[in-house]
C-alpha cells in the first residue's frame, strides 16, 4: 500500500473509530439491548485506541514525508450546485489539528479508564459511556475539521454531551440546574458561532479553512479577506470562544459544570472541551492577523480572565471550584498568546495545561481520603509544607477584594438581573395577557379539564416557576 | 399531464373514508382502533407508493390513472406535484403513528373515526392545488375539530371558531374577488389583486397561527385532546395553503414583508415556549415557532430559502410529530405535565426519554438529525435577503434549544419519583419510536436525495411565478431521478 493512502486510511480510522463507538453504544441503547460494563469499556478502549493508532499513523507520515497537511476528502454531505451551497466534510490534518486530536485520544482514553471503574455498578454507567461517545466524537470532528461547517457540528456535540453530562446526576435539581444554565451559555455560543460561519461563507464563498484563511497550512496562512470584515467575524467568533471556554464574561458556568461526575468534569472542564474555544482561535488565528481592533480584543479578553481566574482561584472554598478558575487563569494566557501571535506556544501551553489539570482533577475527590489516611497511619498531622514553597493560593494572606471574588465578580448576578430576568418577567407577563385575550374571547369559559393534572404520586410540592423563582433557580 | 401507473390518490382519499366509517360500528373501542390502525397503515402504503410512483415518472406534476373524479369534473381536480409528493405520506405517517400510539386507556376519549375523516379531508387537501374546491377543503377541515370540541368533549369553541371563521371568510372572499389575470404579473399587482392577496394571506396566516392571531392554538391545545390539536398542527395546512393561493399572485416585497412577520413570530413563540410551565403549551409555542420559520422561508422567494423551508417542513412534521406523540404517551400516564417544577420520570421511562430529546433536538436542527439541512438552508437563504432576517432565524432556534432542554430536564429529571403503576413504553410506542428515530437519524446522516428533492421542487414553484427565469426543462434528469430514488 501506498504510503499516501495508508495515511488516508489512518486519517479516516482516526474520525471512524469514535463514530463507530457512538453508533454502536447508541444503536444498543436504543434497541434496549442492555450492554455490560465489560462490553461498553471495552468497546471503548477499542475505539480510542484506534482511533489513536489512525492519528499517531498520520503524524508518522507527515513527519516522515516532510508534509505539513494532509487532507482527508470525504466527500459533499449535502451539494446544490446551482445554489452554490456544500456541505464539504473535509477533515485537515496538520501542525494544529494533529497534536490536538492526540491529546484528545490520550485525555479520553485516560478518563474512560478512570470512569470504567469509578462508576463501576452506577446507575448510569451505560449513560455516561453514551455521552463520552458523543463527546469524543465531537472532540475528534472538531479538531481535524477541514471546513468551518464540519467544525460546527463537532461543536455542537460537544456542547450537548457536556450540558448532559452536567446533568449526569439527575435526580437531584441542582446538577440539572447547572446543565441547563451550561446549555444556554453555549446555545449563545453556538449562535454567535453559527452567525460568523455563515458571515465567512458569504464572504469567502466556501467554508474550506484553506479557501478563507488562503492558501498557506498553518500558521502560516493568510486570510484572503479584508480588516473589517475579519474584525466583524472574528468578533463572533470570540464571542463563541468566549461562551465555550468559560472566559469572561461567561465564566459563571466553570464551577457549575463540576456537579458532573470527577471524570466529566476533568476531561471536559479541565483538559479538552475547555480549551475547545482557543482551539477555534488558533484554527482562524489568520484572522487576527489582518484586523488589529480584534487582536486587541483577543488579548483584553484573555488578559482579563486571566486576572479573573487568578483572583477567584484564591478564595474558593472547594478543590474543583479552584481547579476550574486555575484552568481559566491558564486559559486566559493561551488566549493572550494567541492575540500576541505565539501560535505554537498557545498549542503547547494548551496540551501541557490540558494534561495537568487532567491529573489534578483526577486526583482531587481521593486526596483528602489519602491525606486522612496517612495521618491515622502515622498517629498524627501531617507536617505543613514550608511556607515558601506554598503557592499564593494556599497562604492564609487577605486577598484584596474577597468579596467581589468570592462572589465570582458578580458575573452571574449580572447576567441574571440584566438579561434572563427582564427576559422572563417580559414573556411571563405576554402570556398573562394572552390568557386574558383568550379567556375574553371564549367567554370566559375555562377549559374543563384544566385541573387534571398531575397523579398524586408525583411530587406533590410544586415549586411555580415566576419571575422570583427564576432569579432563585439560576442563583 | 402525466399519469401515475394507479389511482393511488383517490385511493390513500378513499381508504380513511371508508375506515371512518367502519370503525364506528363496533362497541368494542379496542378492535375500533385495530381496524381504525389497518386503515391508517392501507392509507400510509397508498400514499408511499403514490411518491414513489410519482418520483419514478421523473416530472413535476402528475395526476391519477383511471381519475374517476376528473371524469365527473372534466378537469384535472387531484394533481400531485414535487411540493406535495412527500406531504402526502407524511401526514399519513403521522396520523398511523398517533391512532397507533394511543393507548387503551385513552381510546373512549380519541375519536377514531373523526381522526380518520380528518386525515381524508387533509390528503385531499394536499391533492388539490387550486381553486374553490382548495378553498373548500381547507374549509371542511375546520369541522372535525370543532366536533370534538363542542360536541363530543362540550368545551367553548368560541375561540377556535372565532379564528376559523374569520380564516375561512378571507379566503373565500379573497378567492372571489381574485383576478383572473393576476397571476400574469404578480409583482406589478392591481388594486384588486393586493386586497384579495391581502385577505388570502391573512386567512392563511390565521391557520398558521401567526402572531397575534395564534390564541386558537393555545387553547386548541388546552381544550382538545393532544392527539387532535397535533393533527390540526403538524401537516400545515396554512403554510400549504400560502404556497397554493398566494404565491403565484402576490409581490416579492409582499412576500418578504410577511416571511419578517413570520421571524418575528418565530422568535416570540421561541421565547414563549423558554418561559412555558404547560407541557402542552410548550409544545404549542415551539411548533408555533418552527412553523413560522417554514413560512418565513416559503415567503423569502429565493430558491434556497424554499428549499430549506420545504426540507424544514418535512423534518419538522417528523421530529415534533415525534415529540407530541412522546409528550401525548407521557401525558396518558401521568396527566398534564407541569414544568414548573421537577417530575423525574427519568427512570420509569428511558426511551421515551430519549425519543424527547432526539425528536427535540432534530426539531432545532441538531447536527446528523433530519432538521440540521433545513435549518441550515433557511438561514443562508434568510442571510442572503437580509443579515438580521439570517439573525432572527438563528436566535429563534437558540431559544428552541433552550427551551427543550429546559422542557427535558423538568419532564425526565430532577427528583426521583415512584410510581405505583409501569410507566415503560408499550410495544406500538416503542415500534413508534423505532420509526421515528430512523426517519430522523437516516434523514439526517443521508440527507442529499431529500435535499435535491426540495430543491428542484422549490426551482419549479419559483420559476412558476411570471418574470423568475424558466427552467430548461420541466422533467427531472435521469440522474436527479437516481438520487431521489
Redesign the interface.
Known amino acids: 500500500m501506498k504510503p499516501i493512502v495508508l495515511s488516508q486510511f489512518c486519517g479516516i480510522l482516526a474520525v471512524a473509530s469514535p463514530a463507530l463507538l457512538l453508533l454502536s453504544v447508541g444503536v444498543a441503547r436504543l434497541l434496549g439491548v442492555k450492554l455490560s460494563e465489560h462490553a461498553t469499556a471495552r468497546l471503548t478502549q477499542v475505539s480510542v485506541a484506534f482511533g489513536l493508532l489512525g492519528s499517531c499513523g498520520v503524524l508518522a507520515f507527515m513527519l516522515g514525508a516532510g508534509r505539513r497537511e494532509i487532507p482527508v476528502e470525504i466527500g459533499d454531505w449535502i451539494s446544490l450546485e446551482s445554489e452554490h451551497f456544500h456541505f464539504h466534510l473535509k477533515f485537515v490534518f496538520d501542525r494544529l489539528s494533529v497534536p490536538f486530536a492526540i491529546l484528545s485520544f490520550v485525555l479520553c482514553g485516560t478518563v474512560g479508564a478512570f470512569a470504567k471503574v469509578y462508576l463501576h455498578r452506577e446507575a448510569g454507567y451505560e449513560r455516561f459511556f453514551l455521552f463520552y461517545a458523543v463527546f469524543l466524537l465531537g472532540m475528534i470532528v472538531s479538531a481535524l475539521a477541514g471546513t468551518i461547517e464540519t467544525l460546527f457540528l463537532g461543536w455542537e456535540l460537544v456542547g450537548l454531551s457536556s450540558a448532559l453530562l452536567i446533568a449526569y446526576f439527575q435526580n437531584r435539581p441542582i446538577p440539572v440546574r447547572n446543565g441547563l444554565h451550561v446549555w444556554i451559555v453555549y446555545r449563545i455560543a453556538d449562535a454567535a458561532f453559527l452567525a460568523a460561519a455563515l458571515t465567512l461563507h458569504h464572504l469567502t464563498g466556501a467554508g474550506d479553512f484553506a479557501g478563507m484563511m488562503g492558501n498557506g497550512v498553518w500558521p502560516d496562512s493568510i486570510a484572503n479577506i479584508d480588516g473589517r470584515s475579519a474584525m466583524w467575524v472574528g468578533l463572533l467568533l470570540l464571542v463563541a470562544a468566549t461562551g465555550k471556554s468559560g472566559m469572561v464574561p461567561f465564566s459563571g458556568w466553570l464551577p457549575r459544570a463540576m456537579e458532573g461526575p470527577t471524570p466529566s468534569s476533568a476531561i471536559f472542564y479541565g483538559a479538552l472541551s475547555v480549551h475547545l474555544g482557543a482551539y477555534l482561535l488558533l484554527r482562524v488565528s489568520p484572522l487576527l492577523d489582518v484586523s488589529l481592533p480584534l487582536r486587541i480584543a483577543v488579548v483584553a479578553v484573555g488578559f482579563v480572565s486571566a486576572i479573573f481566574g487568578a483572583y477567584t482561584a484564591r478564595v474558593q472554598t472547594d478543590v474543583k471550584s479552584a481547579l476550574a478558575y486555575a484552568s481559566l487563569t491558564q486559559l486566559g494566557i493561551i488566549v493572550v498568546e494567541i492575540g500576541l501571535g505565539f501560535r505554537y506556544l498557545a498549542l503547547v501551553h494548551i496540551i501541557g495545561h490540558a494534561l495537568l489539570r487532567t491529573l489534578q482533577l483526577l486526583r482531587a475527590p481521593s486526596l483528602l481520603q489519602d491525606y486522612q489516611n496517612l495521618e491515622n497511619a502515622i498517629g498524627d498531622r501531617l507536617p505543613r509544607a514550608q511556607d515558601d514553597l506554598l503557592s499564593p493560593t494556599c497562604k492564609a494572606e487577605p486577598v484584596t477584594g474577597y468579596r467581589f471574588w468570592y462572589e465570582r465578580g458578580y458575573l452571574d448576578a449580572a447576567l441574571q438581573r440584566f438579561l434572563v430576568r427582564p427576559f422572563t418577567k417580559l414573556f411571563l407577563l405576554a402570556g398573562m395577557l394572552e390568557d386574558r385575550w383568550t379567556m375574553w374571547l371564549a367567554g370566559n369559559q375555562p377549559p374543563r379539564d384544566a385541573a387534571r393534572h398531575h397523579q398524586s404520586w408525583l411530587p406533590s410540592d410544586p415549586k411555580r416557576l415566576s419571575a422570583g423563582s427564576v432569579r432563585e433557580e439560576a442563583n | 399531464m402525466p399519469e401515475l401507473h394507479f389511482p393511488w390518490l383517490e385511493l390513500a382519499i378513499l381508504l380513511p373514508l371508508i375506515g371512518s366509517l367502519i370503525v364506528r360500528f363496533p362497541k368494542d373501542r379496542e378492535k375500533a382502533r385495530r381496524i381504525s390502525v389497518g386503515f391508517a397503515f392501507a392509507t400510509l402504503l397508498a400514499a408511499i407508493c403514490e411518491w414513489i410512483d410519482f418520483v419514478r415518472l421523473g416530472q413535476f406534476e402528475a395526476h391519477d390513472h383511471w381519475d374517476v373524479v376528473a371524469a365527473f369534473a372534466h378537469q384535472n381536480v387531484l394533481v400531485i406535484d414535487e411540493l406535495s409528493a412527500p406531504l402526502f405520506p407524511l401526514a399519513a405517517l403521522l396520523y398511523l403513528l398517533t391512532i397507533y400510539s394511543t393507548l387503551k386507556t385513552k381510546v373512549s376519549r380519541f375519536s377514531m373515526s373523526g381522526t380518520l375523516v380528518s386525515e381524508a379531508i387533509l390528503l385531499a387537501t394536499f391533492s388539490c392545488r387550486s381553486g374553490w374546491l382548495l378553498v373548500a377543503l381547507l374549509a371542511i377541515g375546520v369541522a372535525p375539530v370543532y366536533h370534538e370540541l363542542s360536541i363530543r ?4 369553541a ?2 377556535y371558531l ?1 379564528h376559523m371563521m374569520t380564516f375561512i371568510g378571507c379566503l373565500t372572499l379573497g378567492y372571489a374577488i381574485l383576478p383572473a389575470d393576476a397571476a400574469l404579473a404578480p409583482d406589478r399587482p392591481g388594486f384588486a389583486t393586493l386586497i384579495a392577496g391581502g385577505l388570502l394571506t391573512f386567512g392563511a396566516l390565521i391557520r398558521s397561527g401567526i402572531a397575534p392571531v395564534h ?1 386558537w392554538m ?2 386548541l391545545f ?2 382538545a385532546s393532544f392527539g387532535t390539536a397535533m393533527l390540526t398542527v403538524a401537516p400545515m395546512p396554512g403554510a400549504y395553503a400560502i404556497m397554493r393561493l398566494v404565491l403565484p399572485v402576490a409581490p416579492t416585497w409582499a412576500m418578504q414583508a410577511i416571511a419578517v412577520v413570520s421571524l418575528i413570530t418565530a422568535v ?1 413563540a421561541a ?2 415556549a ?4 404547560d407541557s402542552r403549551r410548550l409544545y404549542c409555542y415551539l411548533f408555533l415557532s418552527h412553523s413560522s420559520l417554514v413560512l418565513a422561508g416559503l415567503e423569502l422567494v429565493t ?2 430559502g424554499l ?1 430549506g423551508a420545504l426540507c424544514l417542513w418535512i423534518s419538522i412534521g417528523l421530529s415534533l410529530g415525534g415529540l407530541g406523540l412522546v409528550l401525548r404517551s407521557i401525558e396518558s ?12 420520570l ?2 420509569h421511562a428511558p ?1 421515551l426519554a ?1 425519543l424527547f430529546l432526539l425528536t427535540g ?1 432534530a426539531s432545532i436542527g ?3 438529525t433530519i432538521g440540521f ?1 433545513g435549518i ?2 433557511m ?2 437563504g434568510a ?2 435577503v437580509s ?1 438580521i432576517v ?2 432572527a432565524v ?2 429563534a ?3 428552541c ?2 427551551a427543550i ?2 422542557a427535558y ?1 423538568r419532564i ?9 403503576i409501569s410507566l415503560a413504553a408499550k410495544p406500538s410506542e ?1 415500534i413508534a419510536v ?1 420509526v421515528l ?1 430512523f426517519l430522523i437519524l437516516g434523514g439526517g446522516l443521508f ?2 436525495p431529500g ?2 428533492s426540495r ?1 428542484h421542487a422549490a ?1 419549479h414553484l419559483i420559476s412558476r411565478r411570471p418574470g423568475a427565469a424558466p427552467l430548461p426543462d420541466h422533467t427531472l434528469t435521469p440522474q436527479q431521478v437516481r438520487q431521489n430514488q
Open positions: 368533549r362540550k368545551e367553548s368560541r375561540v372565532i390564541c393555545t387553547d388546552d381544550r416570540y421565547s414563549m423558554v418561559v412555558e410551565t430558491t434556497i428549499t400516564r401521568v396527566g398534564r405535565v407541569d414544568l414548573a417544577r421537577y417530575n423525574g427519568y427512570d426511551m430519549g433536538l441538531f447536527p446528523g439541512v441550515e438552508l438561514i443562508e442571510a442572503a443579515p439570517g439573525g438563528v436566535v432556534t437558540a431559544l434549544g433552550i432542554i429546559r430536564f425526565f429529571t430532577g427528583t426521583q419519583v415512584t410510581s405505583p416503542r423505532i428515530t440527507p442529499q435535499v435535491s430543491h426551482e
